[in-house]
């Protein structure tokens, strides 16, 4: 069974901070995707990352993949109170290319 | 446009009873799943159906029965519901050349009393 465990599972920050979290994993993922969901809608993409140590930047958000596609990690920059939500990774791989989601980190910036 | 709808989005109903939900995709995706995701938020994959053929199917009591008409629709039925069945169920689709992305649905929101 592959697991993907994030971290920090909460974390509250004031607007302005930086802030980073983390996705783990013991099992080798074709790639990786993140999402964040507000409350009450359904998870949204924000990014897939799929070589090995690649960086992708989407404004204030920077997620990387690592060297050995086991992990990854979004960092904020400068977050804003639109940032607040469940952020999910998900790891593709495994038969069917079967998407498995992380346990979720719930992120609140205050103003 | 909506891209994934699923119907209906809140379901209050009595243990034992059985109820449906529905989920339609406009993207031209070939590949469509459900998901569980409890109160901790954590999003577990059930089902998930390619052109019509069941392909990926978890670890779910057998009361849990989808169906795929066409590759635009996967339904979730769901026959002699229990508490624990409570929690909120999201359909998704996606398609192979964008790398199995996942699109979803709004969610229903089931409550088994």
């Known amino acids: 069974t592959q697991l993907l465990e994030q971290s920090p599972q909460f974390l509250s920050i004031q607007e302005g901070e930086n802030l980073t979290v983390y996705c783990n994993s013991s099992?080798?993922?074709?790639?990786l995707q993140w999402y964040r969901q507000e409350p009450g809608e359904g998870p949204v993409l924000l990014v897939t990352?799929?070589?090995?140590?690649e960086v992708k930047k989407l404004k204030r958000l920077t997620f990387q993949f690592g060297d050995a596609r086991k992990d990854s990690s979004l960092h904020i920059t400068a977050a804003q109170p639109g940032d607040t939500g469940l952020y999910l990774c998900?790891?593709?791989?495994?038969?069917?290319?079967?998407?498995?989601f992380g346990t979720g980190t719930k992120l609140q910036v205050i103003p | 446009d909506t891209a994934v709808s699923q119907t209906p989005k809140y379901l209050v109903t009595q243990m034992g009873n059985d109820k449906s939900i529905k989920c339609e995709q406009n993207l031209g995706h070939d590949t469509m799943y459900w998901y569980k995701q409890d109160s901790k938020k954590f999003l577990k994959i059930m089902f998930s159906?390619?052109?019509?053929?069941?392909?990926i199917n978890e670890t779910v009591p057998n009361r849990f029965s989808p169906k795929s008409p066409d590759k635009a629709h996967l339904n979730l039925h769901i026959n002699s519901l229990e508490l624990g069945d409570s929690a909120v169920y999201f359909c998704?689709?996606?398609?192979?050349?964008?790398?199995?992305?996942?699109?979803f649905g709004p969610g229903t929101r089931l409550t088994v009393t």
């Open positions: 998900a790891g593709l791989g495994g038969g069917y290319q079967k998407v498995t």
């Open positions: 998704a689709s996606s398609a192979l050349n964008s790398g199995y992305e996942q699109y």
């Open positions: 099992s080798v993922f074709s790639s």
């Open positions: 990352v799929v070589t090995g140590g």
């Open positions: 159906y390619n052109n019509k053929e069941l392909i």
